[in-house]
């Protein structure tokens, strides 16, 4: 990163009790900054970077749907009846479950 390049915007500010800062408002502003964010901070050469840190949701995937992962995911035969085998003994009919047409070896 090209410090001197870049169009920079400045201002001083103080670390309190436990490292807590304040970052202006201005500057919040500007990058989306509100009560909550998550904000990574990344140490360089030259300082520290602060930047909005990305989260995203967690998907949680019910019997159905891991037993498509398994049966849809499987590369061999041998792979493709083991899933069958772990689908049966979650309690669900393979044959139930939404797969993509396999190929004859």
């Known amino acids: ?6 169009t920079m915007q400045a201002e001083t500010i103080k670390v309190g009790k436990r490292g807590t800062i304040v970052i ?3 500057m919040r502003a500007r990058y989306g900054f509100t009560e909550g964010s998550q904000i990574m901070v990344q140490a360089t ?7 909005p840190a990305v ?3 967690v998907e949680m995937y019910g019997l159905d749907r891991r037993a498509e992962f398994l ?6 035969d041998e792979e493709y009846q083991m899933a069958k085998a772990e689908v049966q003994a979650m309690g669900l009919d393979p044959d ?8 004859e070896p």
């Open 1 to 6: 990163m090209n410090l001197e390049a870049s």
């Open 24 to 26: 202006p408002a201005s």
């Open 45 to 51: 050469d030259q300082g520290m970077i602060l930047l």
């Open 55 to 57: 989260s995203l949701p």
């Open 71 to 76: 049966l849809n995911n499987a590369v061999s």
């Open 96 to 103: 139930d479950i939404p797969q993509r047409d396999r190929e």
